[in-house]
């Protein structure tokens, strides 16, 4: 407790205590459970910092110091702040953060009191969001809307300049959209041998192993091992930012033995187009969709194939969702299509077992009927 000197001010400590309902602090020198509280005098003049210590001890013993959350942030304010923070800057989907926080929260949001936000606000701007055109916009589009605000009040929480997060009392509508576009054997066939020779190693490595488009656009040689048979995804080359090992198939790793002997020394990237990186094929996977006759199916849908021929082939849950990179058993089952010829396989092998572990179960008067 006391004043500090430093380069750019004076600056005094207090013990203080944050009153119960979280607006004003007040003094508590000695009391099991203060915390030191620091304030910037503004000024290196040691009297009038003296007389700021008086003033602020002042408040502080009649409870009128107010705390961070009592004092009015305008929304505008605080998402500059959050689009600065270092946590926020490092986020994969930074960019499509800023552009929904600068284009539709702050227009919207931006000149309330961020205490006074209220839930009835947060249904009146999904209400009115509109695109660039004027048009209504997707459900989704304004679910990842109210995903970014939900977050960035969530934030503002845990630095104690809110209580509630009036985005969390809105539930996000039920899109039911979950795809379970899986290709058959044969439209996989005909699509992959439809394919373009720089496209089909994309293809085979996502539907055989259901790695993400970033994961494999991004993949460098040093992340692969032909010996071992791996290919090592480091926290930052993905989605959860968790690391992962990936085990080749047979014809994965033959494909990238093949791209390893042509190799282009002028870039560490393995999948390439006229020697430089892939970066977009949307055009050639387009294409390659017209050819093989398919429709409604995405690139990302590769990862619902290596998802279901991983349960197929009887890989264990866990095992399974390491190699396609799944955090929780939910998006696991989402992206596990189960089909009419799965339950009937299970049912003949669950009678296998049955007749082979429990014989005379069925009476045989039965079978006459």
């Not at 003033?55 to 600065?84: C, M, S, V």
Request: proline fraction near 5%; glycine fraction near 6%; hydrophobic fraction near 35%.
């Amino acid at each position: 407790m006391g004043l500090t000197k430093r380069r750019d001010s004076y600056y005094v400590e207090f013990r203080v205590m944050e009153s119960a309902d979280g607006t004003s602090w007040s003094l508590a020198s000695g009391i099991p459970g203060a915390k030191k509280k620091r304030w910037k005098v503004g000024g290196l003049n040691k009297t009038i910092a003296r007389e700021m210590e008086s003033a602020i001890k002042t408040r502080l013993l009649l409870g009128h110091e107010k705390t961070e959350q009592a004092k009015p942030i305008l929304f505008r304010n605080w998402a500059k702040a959050y689009l600065d923070l270092e946590s926020i800057k490092t986020l994969r989907s930074y960019q499509d953060r800023l552009e929904i926080v600068e284009r539709q929260l702050v227009p919207f949001f931006g000149g309330k009191v961020l205490t006074e936000i209220r839930p009835h606000d947060v249904e009146v701007f999904r209400a009115q969001r509109k695109k660039k055109d004027g048009s209504k916009p997707s459900i989704q589009t304004v679910n990842n809307d109210h995903i970014v605000l939900k977050h960035c009040l969530n934030v503002a929480i845990r630095r104690g300049l809110l209580q509630v997060n009036p985005a969390s009392r809105i539930p996000l509508p039920d899109l039911r959209n979950a795809r379970d576009r899986v290709l058959t054997e044969e439209e996989w066939s005909k699509l992959y041998q439809a394919a373009t020779p720089h496209l089909r190693p994309v293809l085979l490595t996502a539907y055989q192993l259901g790695q993400r488009l970033s994961e494999i656009v991004g993949l460098t040689w040093d992340r692969i091992d032909l010996k071992r048979g791996f290919i090592t995804l480091r926290s930052q080359d993905t989605k959860t930012k968790k690391p992962r090992q990936v085990p080749m198939t047979p014809d994965v790793k033959a494909t990238l033995h093949r791209l390893a002997k042509v190799r282009s020394l002028s870039t560490r990237h393995v999948f390439l187009y006229n020697r430089q990186p892939l970066r977009d094929f949307r055009t050639a996977f387009r294409t390659a969709l017209t050819e093989a006759g398919l429709s409604d199916f995405r690139f990302h849908d590769l990862r619902h194939c290596a998802a279901t021929n991983l349960r197929r082939a009887g890989i264990d849950t866990t095992t399974a969702m390491q190699i396609v990179g799944h955090t929780s058993p939910q998006m696991w089952k989402r992206y596990n299509q189960i089909r009419e010829e799965d339950l009937t396989q299970a049912a003949n092998k669950l009678g296998k077992y049955l007749q082979e572990n429990t014989p005379g179960t069925l009476d045989p008067k039965a079978e006459s009927l």
